[in-house]
């Protein structure tokens, strides 16, 4: 606990690395007064969570002051703030000044902070230049008048939109056609299958609900093993992204463009159906299955298909001895998983086209920014910087720029190039072909979220905490009540949740 809030109060104050030797600074120290952020971990059923907020108070603090040689100075706020990757973060930005003249002072944040911080911050009208964030934030930010668009769209535009993930850039486009912040990198969840008794068996890839439903079926009666591993507890996230997934590639939307809610509809009464048939008939059979046991069972060869991020990549290739492979091929090949596994990113349900779960990054710039300089600072990481920026962490890092107008695959063939892993260290081209690491990347076209396009953010964050769309499904295997009945209650009550958001 007193780490924590340490952490959390040297965000708030100063968590910076120095700048590279082209510009050290002259220290000064100064009593300065800072708004305190206070932590607290809250029991509930089977969990610990960590609770932030601001309190009314000042403390006095010692602060250290950069007395900067003649140049510009900007601030950058990153919530890579391992010290292995802020280490190589900080090689970045001293190339960055060395090339440029301008100083970067970079601060390393808690992703679970970071709204409250930026609040505090935005108060007190010391917001940094350019943050490094998830995709969570940017509709509110951008309403609360924290992400400048205008400069966003302005660096889009110098790079070409056509470079970048069109899916990516979709989530922050505003009304006015501008982009509330400038697409890094991200991860979309993948539905990995077994190749290797797909072509044994002369079954497709499992690109649409149909494919999907006949391998789960023919792997279980002819393999004898689960068909498919996927969400069904209901007090886990990893059970709504799983879901999200199906629903949007079924057509489902959490509301439509002027922010009704569209949960009771013929598309998600279909979408619920087939995910229960599925995880009932042909997955876990259970309401207790999360991450966890989806990926011990495919690791294990009990099951033909699994629901997961890339975070499995480097898993599955043997690089991680804490969660190695171990189906009976791979006791003389640690690797084979990954030789043998297809990947389909993005899917369709009968009702609806591919759509892949993505959650993706940002660089934004911020109203009260140096704007030039953090310009020229966010056109840097993605480009000169950019693929030294991915290689921070490959296998969670997809570049949301696939390359330049000269060389239009530059960036994704080099991310298929760096190196992964963590008790050894390859390059995923090492065990993935060219054609699944291109699959992998160009699935990015198709991320979708809930909510984020339609401005629903607050909204998103509230379902993913009261998780009211696990527990129906876990409701309807357990023949508690039917896909239109589930469908009908969600919509009430995702319209109470947001009710009670308009009156807060």
Known sequence: MEKRLALLLASLIILSLVLGACAQPTPEKEIVEKTVVVTKVVEKPGEKVVETKIVEKTVEVE?????????????????????????????????????????????LVDENAIDSLMAANQAAGTMPDVVFFPLDFAATW???????????????????????????????????????????????????????????????????????????????????????????????????????????ANGVQLTDAEGNVTLNTPQMVEALKFY???????????TATYWLQARASYFAGEAGMVVWSPFILDEMAGLRDSVLPNCPECADDPAYLAKNSGVVPAFAGPSGSPAQYGQVSYMGITTNANTEAAKQFVE???????????????????????????????????????????DRKAPLSDFYSAEVLA????????FDRWGFAQGQGELVGAIYSELPI????????????????AAAELQATVEEIQAALAEE
């Not at 290689?391 to 991310?415: I, Q, S």
């Not at 699959?439 to 198709?446: D, R």
């Not at 696990?470 to 009945?485: H, R, Y």
Request: glycine share 10%; proline share 6%; with cysteine.
């Open 470 to 485: 696990p527990q129906a499904i876990a409701d309807i295997i357990e023949g508690v009540m039917t896909p239109e009945e």
């Open 439 to 446: 699959t992998i990347v160009e699935g990015a076209n198709n």
């Open 142 to 248: 951008y309403a609360q008048g924290v992400l400048d668009a205008d400069a966003a769209t302005a660096v889009v535009q110098d790079l070409d939109p056509a470079t970048f993930s069109e899916g990516a850039l979709t989530m922050v486009t505003t009304d006015d056609g501008k982009y509330m912040a400038v697409p890094s990198d991200g991860w979309g969840q993948l539905l990995i299958y077994r190749k290797d008794w797909f072509d044994e068996l002369g079954l497709e890839p499992p690109t649409d609900f149909d494919k999907i439903m006949e391998a789960a079926k023919t792997i279980q009666e002819k393999k004898g093993v689960t068909g498919i591993m996927a969400g069904t507890d209901p007090g886990q996230v990893f059970t709504q992204q799983c879901f999200e997934h199906f629903a949007l």
């Open 63 to 107: 602060k250290q002051v950069e007395v900067v040689k003649p140049g510009e100075t900007i601030v950058f706020w990153s919530t890579e703030n391992q010290p292995a990757r802020a280490e190589r973060t900080q090689q970045i930005i001293n190339r960055f000044t060395e090339q440029t003249g301008i100083g970067v002072e970079l601060v």
């Open 380 to 422: 840097f990481w993605l480009n000169d910087g950019y693929l030294d920026w991915l290689g921070v962490a490959a296998e969670g890092k997809f570049p949301m720029r696939r390359g330049t107008p000269d060389e239009p695959n530059k960036f994704l063939e080099g991310w298929g190039n760096l190196k992964v892993g963590v």
């Open 276 to 286: 229960t048939d599925l995880m009932r008939d042909y997955g876990p059979g259970d």
